[in-house]
């Protein structure tokens, strides 16, 4: 007994030198000391990626659980432009030094405008093995920066921290510049969803027309099979509902989406369009007793526009402005995917 104590008495303390050890390797040796080494190597113990420009814009990309990110702890992330980051950053390939005549240029050009991208990933302070591994924590594995495009525009200069050269770095397969890929604009990283319900999920819709309070109504799920509509002109109950209409309608707020935010339309314009009378006013409760509400507001046609008949057009038929996000961004939304959620009372009673 005493030298099987003995021994694990060892064995413990060999761990515990060779924790130590790896401890301070990982500590001090942060970066790659290859300075052409831009790809990470697995995208999925990325679990941070924070990214500011010289105009001190910033966006912080923080993993909140498998497939789910936040934009600046604030807003939930687009999956899509996650991936195509995530993507990106697993390809990069540095094809060659930047000549020594033009270092110079390069990286005054990248200390002007680049853009620092800061990469957080999982790492163990034991790492014997893929499945011989304890102890994990947050590391910064990977900082570098991204300059503008070359000239021919098939390449873009980067520069890894503290690295003596700058490189132009491609993906393989693709001819383009990725500045733009490593945007600093909150917008350009925020889910798009408004809406994402299955009827199960929803317990009442209300829509307010100002402009038309007789078409205005509220909508109750009862038990997802039975419903209850009222007029909120009177607040009566419509009694001759379509039952199969109304489920097609509760079924239509799964993956609801805006197609982009106007939040920097220039202020006048904007917040005369917000001060105006809203067209839509729809609001959702889900069975948490959580409410979500847009508002829509009328698009002006383009100048001159006609019908097939030659009569003037005095408003946009593709498109409309919504308030969305408790009134925090104004976005574009189209009447293609929002037609079947603005229904008038009309559409619900039975022919």
């Avoid at 900082?143 to 520069?159: E, F, I, P, R, S």
């Avoid at 109304?246 to 917000?274: T, W």
Wanted: glycine share 4%; proline share 2%; hydrophobic share 40%.
């Amino acid at each position: 007994m005493l030298k099987k104590n003995r021994v694990l008495l060892i064995s413990v303390i060999l761990l515990a030198i060779l924790a130590v050890i790896l401890y301070l390797s990982n500590s001090t040796n942060t970066f790659s000391k290859n300075d052409s080494n831009f790809a990470i190597t697995d995208s999925s113990t990325v679990t941070r990626i924070f990214l500011t420009d010289k105009e001190n814009n910033k966006v912080e990309l923080r993993k909140e659980g498998k497939g789910n990110w936040i934009v600046n702890n604030k807003y939930k992330a687009s999956n899509d432009q996650i991936n195509f980051l995530l993507k990106t950053m697993i390809s990069l390939d540095a094809k060659t030094k930047v000549p020594k005549t033009e270092q110079d240029n390069v990286i005054r050009r990248m200390a002007a405008i680049g853009i620092k991208v800061e990469i957080y990933q999982t790492a163990y302070r034991i790492h014997i093995s893929d499945k011989l591994k304890w102890f994990p924590y947050e590391k910064l594995s990977l900082v570098y920066y991204v300059g503008d495009a070359t000239k021919d525009n098939l390449g873009t200069y980067m520069l890894i921290q503290n690295a003596k050269h700058p490189y132009i770095v491609q993906i393989k397969g693709f001819n383009g510049f990725l500045f733009t890929r490593y945007s600093t604009n909150e917008d350009d990283w925020k889910d798009h969803s408004i809406f994402n319900y299955r009827l199960t999920e929803i317990k009442t819709v209300t829509l307010e027309m100002p402009d038309a309070p007789d078409k205005s109504w509220t909508l109750e799920n009862l038990d997802n099979r039975n419903f209850k509509l009222y007029s909120l002109k009177d607040n009566k109950e419509i009694q001759n509902i379509d039952t199969l209409r109304v489920m097609e309608y509760l079924g239509s707020f799964a993956n609801v989406k805006f197609e982009i935010f106007l939040n920097n339309m220039q202020s006048e314009i904007k917040d005369s369009i917000i001060n105006s009378t809203p067209w839509h006013i729809l609001t959702i409760t889900d069975i948490n007793g959580k409410q979500t509400t847009i508002k829509t507001y009328r698009k002006k046609a383009n100048p001159g526009e006609t019908d097939m008949a030659g009569n003037t057009v005095l408003w946009d038929r593709d498109r409309l402005y919504a308030l969305v996000n408790d009134g925090k961004d104004f976005v574009m939304i189209q009447f293609f995917i929002f037609d079947r959620i603005l229904r008038s009372i009309d559409y619900f009673i039975k022919k």
